[in-house]
């Protein structure tokens, strides 16, 4: 008896032994359930903001989902994250360990900058994707080889891409430092589109005082902006007749050298232009202290139109493109400056961040498996599933009643949407993550033929942006595109706060008078030494160095 007793402790003992010890099927790590069940969709936890504009629409309900979860034999686990603390969570989860697979970021939301994708590259947090790229990602490949900035901006100065950008060639974006003008006064007045800063000036002047809107007041405000909201600082459209001014960090390039727009002499000059503007009331005080709703307010009258001119990147900003007034302005030119300059910004041809990136959790199969996803939304089909929504839906081939910006038959025509109807819009991914927006697929979506109605108004935008075309400075700095080093970003991101704030509060002190512009300009200048400007410039000399 004692011996069957024994003989069963050690059976029950070895089934015990043999359940603790992993069988070859069976693994401890993430991709575990690949291995255990290679027919059966592989689970992705991909983390996502939600859009205040979604509610309760969830996107694990969204047939463009179940579209891709089938194409990739995928199961998706969204990781929501609430559109106002989108960044915040994804800093928290990479800092705390407890990240997804990857990471589908909106692209004018939350994106992952080139610094933290260096840091968390080096340290092992995202992978890096250039064998994944070169054996998986074919439409990834060829967008490499047609649009000259990409590789080069997606790829760190270790040589390893951490992650992948948005293409979004968004060619009315890219020229933000736009001048509009009331046309109609213009003609009134008997006048002819400025060409240069004394040209501008005198038009001012006839609107002020000419009583263009015909009502014996004398309501007229010449010109006005605001300053919150980059493109819509009348600054930055003036100061271009006298040094190129980008707005965003006043760094100027000469000879591949950077140098400080802000503190050369030409600024001088544009700063006194731009005083005397302002002491003959032709920019209006608010453009230093409203915000963008007042601002839109003066371009929205419920009486009398009474601007004349306001700097924004896009009529919309200024006015309801809706109303008649709308109609009345159109854009002005690059001015020419008294010494020959004419230049405006550009936003165009950069990588400035990355709206996907692959995490550590993903392992063999599971990476290449997102990577494939990844590149299947840089397909024109995917493009166009993802952001545009369902093909039959909510877009179509173009016929030939359907003429694209370019002024041909366009390739895609939308379909009119019943704004109703609960499911518009509910298809796609909208622009999460890698998508190829090109200026090519861009130009080639059908757009109204009149663009001065409401659905003609990115026909309108097109054809204004192209009178800013050519006027780019040859060598231009962009901080965002910058791949500056994890150690110098802090400090260099504090210099730039200081500065710009430097640079600004003078630019406005010295245009309203507070600050005499020829006894002061000596001291502002040398105010820049306190600042570290050599330090800022020395740092952003490296990044752009290294992005050449």
């Known amino acids: ?86 960044k915040e969570k994804r800093q928290l989860s990479l800092a705390s360990g407890d990240f997804p697979d990857a990471y589908l970021l909106v692209s004018w939301l939350d994106n992952i900058s080139k610094v933290d994708a260096q840091k968390y ?30 590789e080069k901006g997606i790829t760190a100065p270790d040589g390893n891409i951490y992650g992948l950008a948005p293409i979004n060639e968004c060619y009315h974006c ?89 503190m050369q002499p030409a600024w001088k000059d544009g700063l006194k232009y731009i005083h005397s503007l302002y002491k003959e009331g032709l920019i ?9 709703e007042a601002y839109k307010q003066l371009g929205t009258p419920k009486g009398d139109v009474v601007l004349g001119a306001g700097a924004a990147s896009h009529l919309a900003i200024i006015t309801d493109i809706k109303i008649d007034a709308a109609k009345q302005y159109d854009v002005v030119p690059p001015l020419k400056g008294p010494d020959g300059a004419q230049f405006t910004p550009s936003d165009y041809g950069n990588v400035n961040s990355f709206s996907f990136a692959i995490t550590n959790k993903a392992k063999g199969k599971k990476a290449e ?35 694209d910006l370019t002024g041909k038959q366009a390739k895609y025509a939308f379909i009119p949407q019943d704004p109703n109807k609960k499911d518009v819009g509910e ?11 090109t200026r090519e697929l861009r130009d080639s979506l059908a757009t109204e033929k009149d663009e001065l109605s409401p659905k003609g108004y990115e026909r309108r935008l097109y054809n204004a942006t192209l009178k800013y075309d050519g006027f780019e400075p040859k060598e231009q700095f962009n ?28 630019m406005v002190q010295f245009v309203t008078g507070s600050k005499d512009i020829e006894k002061d300009w000596d001291k502002y200048v040398d105010g820049f030494k306190a600042l570290q400007v050599e330090r800022y410039l020395e740092i952003y000399q490296k990044a752009y160095d290294l992005g050449k």
């Open 1 to 86: 008896m004692k011996k069957l007793s024994i003989s069963i402790m050690l059976l029950v003992l070895v089934v015990l032994f043999a359940a603790c010890v992993p069988s070859k099927n069976s693994s401890t790590d993430s991709s575990s359930s690949e291995k255990s069940d290679p027919n059966g969709p592989m689970e992705l936890k991909i983390f996502t903001p939600k859009l205040s504009y979604e509610g309760k629409f969830d996107r694990k309900e969204n047939e463009f989902t179940r579209m891709i979860e089938k194409k990739f034999n995928v199961k998706i686990d969204w990781q929501y994250v609430n559109e106002d603390a989108a």
């Open 121 to 150: 590259g080096k340290e092992g947090v995202f992978i890096p994707l250039n064998d994944l790229i070169k054996d998986h990602a074919p439409n990834l490949q060829n967008l490499m080889k047609e649009i000259p900035y990409l």
């Open 174 to 262: 890219s020229r933000y430092g736009k001048m509009w003008i009331n046309t109609e006064w213009l003609k009134k007045l008997n006048l002819e589109m400025p060409k240069t800063t004394e040209e501008y000036k005198t038009v001012l002047e006839a609107f002020k005082n000419n009583d263009p809107n015909g009502n014996g007041k004398k309501d007229e405000i010449p010109l006005s902006g605001e300053s919150t909201m980059l493109g819509d600082d009348p600054t930055i459209f003036l100061m271009n007749a006298f040094i190129p001014n980008n707005g965003k960090d006043y760094i100027n390039v000469n000879d591949g050298k950077l140098l400080l727009g802000a």
């Open 284 to 292: 209006d005080q608010g453009a230093f202290t409203q915000n963008p």
């Open 369 to 403: 498996v997102l990577m494939k996803i990844a590149d299947y939304l840089y397909s024109e089909e995917g493009t166009m599933l993802s952001t545009r929504g369902k093909e039959g839906v909510n877009w179509k081939k173009g016929g030939p009643e359907d003429i």
């Open 427 to 437: 298809f796609g991914w909208g622009e999460r993550g890698p998508l190829a927006l």
């Open 479 to 506: 901080f965002e595109a910058a791949w500056v080093s994890p150690k110098d970003a802090e400090e260099v991101a504090l210099l730039k706060i200081n500065i710009n704030k430097y640079i600004e509060e003078n």
